[in-house]
C-alpha cells in the first residue's frame, strides 16, 4: 500500500512557475513509476509527465514539453513537477500517481495506475 500527498498549487500569473511536490508514504520499498496527470472541469484526466523509478527516464505530453520538468528524489520518497512559463491552459488539479508496472506503452493512461494522491489545484490568471 502507497499513499500519495501532492502540493505546491496555488494560482499564479501567466508566465509565471510553480513547483509541485508529490510525497509518498506506506511500503516504498518496491520500485515504482510515477506519473503526473491533470483534469480541467468537464475534461477527462490527462497525461502530463512520467518518471522511471530510477529518474533515468522521463516522459512529457507534447503540450508541456519544455515548460515542465519532472524529477524524483528516492531518499525522500518524492517526486516534483516544476512548471515554467505558465498558460492559462494549464489551469486543472494535478494528480500524482504511483504504480509497479508501467511502462512507455501505458505510463500516458491513468487506470494503468494502482495509486493517487488527492490532487492539487493550479489555476493560471492571463
Known amino acids: 500500500q502507497v499513499q500519495l500527498v501532492e502540493s505546491g498549487g496555488g494560482l499564479v500569473q501567466a508566465g509565471g512557475s510553480l513547483r509541485l511536490s508529490c510525497a509518498a508514504s506506506g511500503r516504498t520499498f518496491n520500485n515504482y513509476g510515477m506519473g503526473w496527470f491533470r483534469q480541467a472541469p468537464g475534461k477527462e484526466r490527462a497525461f502530463v509527465a512520467a518518471i522511471s523509478w530510477s529518474g533515468r527516464d522521463s516522459y512529457y505530453a507534447d503540450s508541456v514539453k519544455g515548460r515542465f520538468t519532472i524529477s524524483r528524489d528516492n531518499a525522500k520518497n518524492t517526486v516534483y513537477l516544476r512548471m515554467n512559463s505558465l498558460k492559462p491552459e494549464d489551469t486543472a488539479v494535478y494528480y500524482c500517481?504511483?504504480?509497479?508496472?508501467?511502462?512507455?506503452?501505458?505510463?500516458?493512461?491513468?487506470?494503468?495506475?494502482?495509486?493517487w494522491g488527492q490532487g492539487t489545484q493550479v489555476t493560471v490568471s492571463s
Open positions: 500517481a504511483a504504480d509497479e508496472d508501467v511502462t512507455e506503452a501505458t505510463m500516458e493512461f491513468p487506470h494503468e495506475y494502482n495509486y
